[in-house]
């Protein structure tokens, strides 16, 4: 049975950091493409960060170059998403996002709330 589990999200004030966790279980993960995407209320869901099954290549939205780094541990089955410097209108649900090579099979994990207000 497949689980993707977020983790991380809560309440920071404008300029913190917070560092998100994605651990992955029934699945193997080193042949997961994995990205974070988060939907912010009333709004349609949105790509945030990308990185191969290999771990070599990332890519990002524009909205969060330089602020945010995804990165994966494929001895602990976790992807994570570091942010730094958040802003209000990072406020979203984010969530896990998994695609299996060659498959191309997809999941997606319940979310984690992020909410960044002083």
């Known amino acids: 049975q497949v689980h993707l589990v977020e983790s991380g999200g809560g309440l920071v004030q404008p300029g913190g950091s917070l560092r998100l966790s994605c651990a992955v279980s029934g699945l193997t993960f080193s042949i997961l493409n994995m990205s974070w995407y988060r939907q912010a209320p009333g709004e349609d869901r949105e790509f945030v960060a990308v990185?191969?099954?290999?771990?070599?290549?990332?890519n990002y939205a524009d909205s969060v170059k330089g602020r945010f780094t995804i990165s994966r541990d494929n001895t602990k089955n976790t992807m994570y998403l570091q942010m730094n410097s958040l802003k209000p209108d990072d406020t979203a649900v984010y969530y896990c996002y998994v695609r299996e090579v060659p498959s191309q099979r997809t999941w997606w994990g319940q979310g984690t709330q992020v909410t960044v207000s002083s």
């Open positions: 990185i191969s099954a290999s771990g070599l290549t990332t």
